[in-house]
């Protein structure tokens, strides 16, 4: 097995003593770690900097030109392991989607076009993304350049670029935050928690709360910057009592992915979940075992992240009026921060009618 993971973040997060957690938590497991490092830091060490080159953009292009060829490497590598070891974990300090951050888009577009690739091709690449909040936000006391002699943002606009690194991750359908709560070693736990809970490993990571929304007014949730707009085929497989498996298409505007999720209960509101990509072959092929007690769900998503936290709100065509939001938690007091342009009418976590196997089994759609 392989799996490629990206842990990103604002200037100063943490990314460096993080992979050395991550390092120690998951060799214990059993995986096998192969770290990418970060192409920004290797280039600029070198003295290859935006000033010296043509423009920025020339800088973004060659440095995504390293990172295109380092984990090009990396993989094949990989697959020549994998014979040997059973489990495989690609760690990349940052990718491309990073590069986002620096650039317009017109500019990311251009990008792309040199590179011969899409978005959605770059965002497929990577199983599971983990962004580090900057200690700019939240922690400034710990905000400094000791650990990356090249970094020269100050603490504003530090906090600014962290923002504009979760906006060119978050249409990525398996993006964490980690913030900064209860101190460093609790954020560290917090990361190697997420990630475990990725790759199926026995930690119980997530406490999931779910509200009923007044209908919001779409345009409305188009017009938010950094909300994106999805639309989800969900379909439930036959499964043991105790176990969720389901197959699901997103079509976004930067393509179509395919994704398998396993769900297993772990007491409470905390559950495990392993998700995996899908090509679209696979998933007509596991269309075959759908199960015939539940209906195919349609859902109109919209994703954003605020505060720390990150939402979705799901509307469902076929259940005229019904709006749901969701949001992942660590802990069970952890407060909510309920986005000001939408309005929960109450939290139905508890409420099974709204657990979307429960919406499967209700009436046809329309």
């Keep these: 097995m392989i799996r490629k993971i990206v842990i990103t973040g604002g200037p100063c997060a943490g990314k460096t003593t993080g992979m050395s957690w ?49 984990e090009k490497i990396f993989e094949s590598a990989a697959r020549d392991i994998e014979a040997a070891e059973a489990k495989v974990l690609i760690v990349c300090d940052r990718g491309f989607l990073d590069n986002r951050a620096y650039m317009t888009d017109e500019e990311f577009d251009q990008a792309l076009r040199v590179l011969g690739v899409t978005e959605e091709e770059l965002l497929a690449g990577y ?18 350049a000791e650990t990356n002699a090249v970094r020269d943002e100050d603490p504003a606009q530090a906090a600014a670029l962290d923002d504009r690194v979760i906006a060119a991750w978050s249409k990525h359908p398996y993006f964490r935050i980690i913030e900064n709560l209860n101190g460093f070693e609790d954020k560290m736990d917090h990361l190697v928690a997420e990630i475990a809970a990725f790759l199926g490993e026995p930690v119980p990571y997530e406490i999931r709360r779910r509200y009923l929304l007044e209908y919001p007014d779409p345009a409305v949730l188009e017009n938010i910057p950094g909300c994106h707009r999805e639309e989800i085929e969900q379909v439930y497989l036959r499964s043991a009592p105790e176990e969720e498996i389901r197959i699901r298409r997103r079509v976004s505007e930067s393509g179509e992915m395919f994704y398998l999720t396993r769900k297993r209960l772990a007491g409470g509101k905390k559950r495990l979940e392993a998700e995996g990509r899908l090509t679209e072959r696979e998933y ?83």
């Design 22 to 70: 991550i390092q120690k938590a998951f060799e214990a497991m059993g995986y096998l770690l192969l770290f990418l490092t970060e192409p920004a830091t290797e280039m600029k060490t070198a003295g290859i900097t935006p000033a010296r080159c043509s423009s920025s953009l020339a800088y973004q292009i060659f440095q995504m030109k390293l990172q295109f060829e380092k």
């Design 127 to 144: 199983d599971a993304v983990f962004h580090l909040e900057t200690t700019a936000k939240n922690a400034l006391i710990y905000y400094g």
């Design 284 to 366: 007509g092929q596991f269309l075959s075992n759908a199960d015939p007690q539940k209906r195919l769900i349609r859902k109109t998503r919209y994703c954003l992240a605020r505060e720390g936290q990150y939402f979705a709100i799901d509307l469902y065509p076929f259940r005229k009026g019904l709006a749901l939001l969701e949001v992942s938690l660590r802990e069970e007091g952890e407060p909510v921060q309920i986005p000001p342009f939408v309005r929960a009418l109450r939290d139905v976590t508890e409420d099974p009618r709204y657990e979307i196997a429960a919406l499967a089994d209700r009436g046809p759609e329309s």
